[in-house]
């Protein structure tokens, strides 16, 4: 059974930072892509970052560029993305998912296993 568990949401003022963290088990970690996505109230599910099995390629919504980093740990079945200099509009629950691919997908579809989701709230 397929599990994605992520932590480490949180409330946290406009300028902060955070790191989520999403823990993998019951596949073989290391054959996924790894991605984050969010969801605003109100609005749909957006991709935000993705990396690919081995990290080599890595890829951000415009909006995060320059402020939130995608990062994996094979041995620790984990991948993480660091928040810093958060905005209001970051406010979301953020998902990770897993791809059984070598590519690094951008869109929803393309991911097999997702999270239950962390709330991530920025007060301005």
Known sequence: QVQLVESGGGLVQAGGSLTLSCAASGLTFSNYAMSWFRQAPGKEREFVAAITWNGRYIYYTNSVKGRFTISRENA???VYLQMNSLKPEDT??????ASNTRAAPTLSN???YWGQGTQVTVSS
């Open 110 to 112: 393309e991911y097999d």
């Open 76 to 78: 620790k079945n984990t």
């Open 92 to 97: 979301a629950v953020y998902y990770c998912a």
